[in-house]
């Protein structure tokens, strides 16, 4: 007996106008929620720094029409002096008189000392920082999570424990900005071949976007 092919089921044009909205709304989101994200950036620097350009320097003063992004001009200008300024001897001596005072502050010294230390190890052009992206169980044992190794433990911690521990970085999703600060044994940690751009795109994707579509590290 010949088999019977089925002729191909046409496709109602409701159907395919849903799958052309949809089409566009997957081009069209991250586009969109990009430039939003970029231009509230570039409003909030504007509001709070161009009240502090005076007026003689401004050019809005001299324009009939605002400029976008004058007061983050502003404060990369600054940046750049202030930088410029500490390189020198001058600039260094005047950072350490401003270090002390801050030294005598109980709370403060705290603080500052602290995001110092932060901004240092991240800025550093040769600190390896989240170079390593891993897996570990938390909450509990037979459940796996995505981290980060931040460091090697050199401190008080390592000396208390029996075996080699790692600083881990345990996001959060989808906002890998927050998360928590864990002390674990290498030998229970799995590395893997995911790069951190990698891991934190399967993090805030909350698993929906999978590392191995996405080129390996080191080209492997």
Not at 64 to 78: A, K, N, S, Y
Request: a neutral charge.
């Amino acid at each position: 007996m010949p088999e019977i092919i089925e002729p191909p089921r046409k496709i109602s044009l409701l159907h395919r106008l849903r799958n052309y909205f949809l089409t566009g709304l997957v081009v069209a989101s991250p586009i969109g929620i990009t430039l939003y994200i970029g231009w509230w950036f570039i409003d909030f620097v504007d509001r709070n720094i161009k009240p502090l350009i005076p007026a003689t320097y401004n050019p809005e003063t001299y324009l009939p029409f605002p400029i976008p992004g004058l007061g983050l001009i502003g404060v990369v200008l600054f940046l750049i002096i202030l930088g410029a300024l500490t390189a020198n001897l001058f600039g260094r001596a005047l950072i350490r008189f401003g270090e002390r005072i801050v030294d005598r502050m109980p709370v403060i010294r705290s603080v500052y000392g602290t995001l110092k230390q932060i901004f240092e190890t991240v800025v550093a052009s040769d600190n390896n920082s989240f170079s390593d992206v891993v897996l570990v169980e938390y909450p509990r044992k037979g459940i796996w999570a995505i981290a980060f190794v931040s460091g090697e433990n050199t401190s008080e911690i390592q000396g208390r424990m029996d075996d080699e521990v790692a600083n881990l970085f345990l996001p959060t999703t989808p906002n890998p900005t927050s998360g928590f600060l864990l002390f674990v044994p290498k030998k229970d940690l799995i590395y893997l071949d995911m790069t951190t751009d990698q891991a934190a795109k399967y993090v805030i994707s909350a698993g929906l976007v999978n590392p191995e579509e996405l080129p390996r590290k080191n080209g492997r």
